[in-house]
């Protein structure tokens, strides 16, 4: 059983940064697609980053681009997520999710496994 537990999230101010953690037990971690998705209150959950199973491609959903970066270290079975410039609109919960096929995805459907959630609250 695959397990992921992300953390990091936090109370920022808007223009400062955070830095979330999602690490894998119990699976190959260096074989995931892995994503990180968010979702606020009465909203559906959308995707924010993705990378492959080697770290070679990323996506972004247009509202971090040039802003966050995911990356991961398979030796570690850990992927991050690097926010800079935060903004009010940041705010909700953050969820790592892993992908077995290898490659990430914008849609949530195509995932296997999530994490728990980590809280981001940014204020202006």
């Known amino acids: 059983q695959v397990q992921l537990a992300d953390s990091g999230g936090g109370l920022v101010q808007a223009g400062g940064s955070l830095r979330l953690s999602c690490t894998a037990s119990?699976?190959?971690?260096?074989?995931?697609?892995m994503g990180w998705f968010r979702q606020a209150p009465g909203k559906e959950r959308e995707f924010v980053a993705g990378?492959?199973?080697?770290?070679?491609?990323?996506g972004y959903a247009d509202s971090v681009k040039g802003r966050f970066t995911i990356s991961r270290d398979n030796a570690k079975s850990t992927v991050y997520l690097r926010m800079n410039s935060l903004k009010p609109e940041d705010t909700p919960v953050y969820f790592c999710?892993?992908?077995?096929?290898?490659?990430?995805?914008?849609?949530?459907?195509?995932?296997?496994?999530w994490g728990q959630g980590t809280q981001v609250t940014v204020s202006s």
């Open positions: 119990g699976g190959i971690f260096r074989t995931y697609g």
């Open positions: 990378i492959n199973w080697s770290g070679g491609a990323t």
């Open positions: 999710a892993a992908a077995r096929i290898g490659d990430y995805y914008p849609g949530s459907a195509q995932y296997d496994y």
